[in-house]
């Protein structure tokens, strides 16, 4: 049985958010359970045609919160009638502040979540306002008691920096109440312009002026200050967490393990193929109903693609890509694989090799992203995509 991670993308929301791309639709208006019933469908396919066992487990979309109660009850349910688990170690639910109240945080305990994610964003009423968010700053502080008296093990907060007239005493203000509500997570992503968005629209017609580049790396740097004084650990160029609290799922994405998606638009990487299921709800229920398969996209990643992603998915991770790990699951050696990337952002002081304890506690050689080589993880990262041709015999 392979042991690997299990996404459940629940494609609905109240509204759409302005930066959003993610793939949902408003709930009012749709047939949900028949859409829930097709992915309940999909589980069932899955199930039976590969035998996995998720170790963790994310609800996500969209909004799984918007779920009617009977819909909610019987989609997670069925996923933990169909997935063994035995091997369960974490069991995310993403929620939006609007609506998680007292009694659909107690519900989504009593059907096996143990980590919350909440979509707070801002605690400015004026970065809400900006973001489209349907929700106020206090509206969050409901939402994190109700999640704390249902008694969850853990508890995120999405925050966002870089938003067009923010400050960065807005964003410091915005981090200390995080804080102040006692988060285990803070997930802190800098605000990107998604193509099609309405926010992107805005910002082209000149209705709103994109943060300042310095102001929003002053944001990104005053952020990891402002955590890691608070005890956080800082493990992901956007994500936080106090000891123990790391997110294992999302770890597995970054350690470039496989998954498996259910729902609209979900993702799945299985024996070194990606596939996608198609981004829309009909079109998804007619597929499961009529062949049991939604998958729009599929490609097969070869040897080297698999290891230039291994690499640019490491750097993710602040502690960098583990040399001997890599080695071990790769086939190759990164030091020789990316030479050239290697040598040139070093030589601009973005990149470094390292020697830490490695998983075992033994010494071994970590290639990371400086402190200045995180603000520009992007352009670092693209390099680590099309290796170097391997060395003979290597
Ligand atoms: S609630 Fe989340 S998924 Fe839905 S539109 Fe807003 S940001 Fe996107």
């Given at each position: 049985m392979d042991i690997l991670g299990l996404y459940v993308h629940v494609?609905?929301?109240?509204t759409k958010c302005g930066y959003c791309d993610f793939y949902s639709v408003p709930l009012?208006?749709?047939a949900v359970g028949q859409v829930v019933r097709a992915m309940i469908r999909e589980a069932e396919i899955r199930a039976l045609s590969v035998d996995i066992g998720p170790d963790t487990v994310m609800l996500g979309g969209?909004?799984?919160?918007?779920?009617?109660d009977s819909e909610l009850q019987g989609l997670l349910t069925a996923i933990q009638r169909h997935f063994?688990?035995?091997?369960?170690r974490e069991f995310t639910v993403e929620a939006n502040p609007a609506n998680l109240d007292a009694s659909r945080a107690r519900l989504l305990r009593e059907l096996g979540a143990d980590r919350v994610s909440i979509?707070?964003?801002?605690?400015q009423p004026r970065d809400l306002a900006v973001l489209e968010?349907?929700?106020?700053p206090a509206t969050i502080q409901k939402a994190v008691r109700a999640a704390r008296g249902a008694g969850f093990r853990s508890l995120n907060l999405d925050l966002i920096f870089g938003?067009?007239?923010?400050?960065l005493a807005g964003w410091l203000d915005t981090l200390r109440r995080a804080l102040d509500l006692g988060s285990d997570h803070l997930s802190c992503y800098g605000l990107t312009y998604e193509p099609g968005t309405s926010l992107t629209g805005r910002r082209d017609s000149g209705h709103v002026q994109p943060c300042d580049e310095q102001l929003e790396a002053d944001m990104f740097c005053a952020t990891i200050d402002a955590l890691t004084a608070a005890?956080?650990?800082?493990?992901?160029?956007?994500n936080y967490a106090r000891?123990?609290?790391?997110c294992l799922h999302n770890l597995s994405y970054w350690h470039n393990r496989p998954y498996v998606g259910i729902g609209p638009s979900a993702a799945s990487y299985l024996h070194g193929e990606r596939t996608r299921n198609v981004p829309d709800v009909d079109r998804y229920v007619e597929l499961i109903d009529h062949t049991g398969d939604a998958t729009e996209e599929r490609e097969q990643l070869d040897t080297l693609a698999r290891a230039g992603e291994t690499a640019m998915l490491g750097?993710?991770?602040?502690?960098?890509?583990d040399v001997v790990d890599f080695q071990r699951r790769t086939g190759f050696d990164p030091r020789v694989l990316f030479r050239t990337a290697i040598r040139h952002f070093q030589s601009l002081g973005l990149l470094e090799c390292v020697v830490a304890a490695g998983n075992a506690g033994c010494p071994t050689e970590y290639v990371r992203l400086t402190r200045e080589g995180l603000l520009k993880a992007n352009t670092v990262m693209a390099q680590f995509v099309n290796p170097d041709p391997p060395p003979a015999g290597g």
């Open positions: 494609p609905f929301c109240t009012r208006g749709r969209g909004t799984p919160t918007v779920l009617p063994p688990t035995d091997c369960l979509g707070a964003q801002s605690f968010r349907d929700h106020e938003i067009p007239g923010q400050t005890g956080f650990e800082h493990y992901e160029i956007s000891p123990g609290q790391r750097l993710r991770m602040t502690r960098g890509i």
